[in-house]
């Protein structure tokens, strides 16, 4: 990283912080007491849909329900970059976006291993040494690796327009129809679901259906809904406590947005025999990021201006998309194995935070200033070197990925004829 690079972080990175504020419509002014209310609905809206999601997969591909899921869950980051966009705040976009796909896969993956652990530890007395992924997860992997594909081209061009959006939307919805294809779950794997969504996978077609819908709505109306507040309710609690609002807002802001994948995630590692829903939950939320939510900008870019236009990207905005490209390159390929092992967590954990505990670091004179200053370089390229080690090794065995043989086999028993 150059020298200047940390500085560059500085002077774009904290005012983005306390525009976002300013960009999301001049978030109201609440009492920190609102936090009793709008952290419980939080809570309340992600469980129902979590419930609707585990319910519907017994009646569509699970697939189609965590995409659904993850949707929902991603409402208060799509209304924030939609403004962001229309708003013509371009520093801003890629920043908002590659912060809250790093805080996805840099602590919500490592959280669901290490919550399935605990638990897994509590019941069984023996460590758990990695979440094994079903087959059908192999339509998510591959789904996963095709969009970073094309995210490489779009960081190639440094730009990022209607044509780009066009693809994206493409893939998206070619992941939703090899996702349509697939068998809902067995029967018999209902004796496995807890009380409430037993209860409605039971229930008489009609009821169940309305059940599940309701569920699905309400829930993504309530997340939908209270978010502002509850950014509202957090920033009047940093302000009561002394600390600056761009800074609370630097930490905390992405952590909210991501919130709601963070507790259905919980809800079903804590179950162990689920946390690779739980793990799938976290993948679907960034193929959805990484295609729709992309693809809205240029859009709405281009609607705010009144004219097919591309949002190009400046040295440090390309920087930000080629660490989130890094990571997420890696944390697919961990994927290719249809595991996530121990240590792979723990390094995806590492890496997240070594960069995001520097990134508040001011410059100056220093171990603390220059670590900060070039710690984000030396996590970029940590993550591209495991990257090539990992794609070496493969290459090595020279047998195709378990994730792309699982996807040939799922392929020909489903994907190609239907179900």
Sequence with gaps: MPVSASNNRQQ????????????????????????????????????????????????????????????????????????LAWKQQVPLLMANLTGALRLLTGLGWPMIYATAAVFHRRRQAQPLREIRLAEGHSVEVVGLT??????????????????DAAVLIGLYLAYLALLGRMPPEQPEAID?????????????RTIRMAVIFTLFVGGGALIYFTAEPFLASLLALSAAAGVPTFVFVQWVAPFVSEFPEKVSAFYWARTVDRASMALMNMVSSNINQW???????????????????AIPFDSQQRFELAMTLGQS???????????????????????????????????GRGVASFLAEHVHHWVTWAYFGWAAWEAARMVASRRPPEALRCFAAMWTRHLRRGR
Aim: charged share 10%; aromatic share 12%.
């Design 192 to 204: 496995h679901l807890e009380t409430v969504p037993r209860a409605i996978v039971t229930a008489p």
């Design 12 to 83: 774009v990175f904290v005012p983005a912080c306390a525009l976002l504020v300013l960009a999301v419509g001049a978030i109201p002014h609440a009492d920190p007491s609102s936090l009793f209310w709008t952290a419980p609905s939080i809570l309340v809206a992600s469980l129902l849909i979590a419930w609707a999601a585990e319910s519907a997969q017994f009646f569509v591909a699970q697939g189609v329900a965590l995409a659904i899921l993850a949707w929902l869950q991603t409402l208060p980051e799509f209304a924030v970059e939609a403004v």
């Design 146 to 163: 095709a969009s970073l594909i094309y995210v490489a081209v779009i960081w190639w061009k440094g730009s990022l327009d209607l044509v």
């Design 329 to 363: 390159l890696i944390a697919v390929l961990f994927l290719m194995d249809m595991r996530l092992r121990w240590w792979q967590a723990a390094g995806l954990f590492g890496l997240w935070g070594l960069q995001f505990a520097f990134s508040p670091v001011p410059p």
């Design 291 to 309: 295609t729709l939510l992309a693809a809205m900008l240029p859009i709405t870019y281009s609607l705010s201006r009144g004219a097919w236009s």
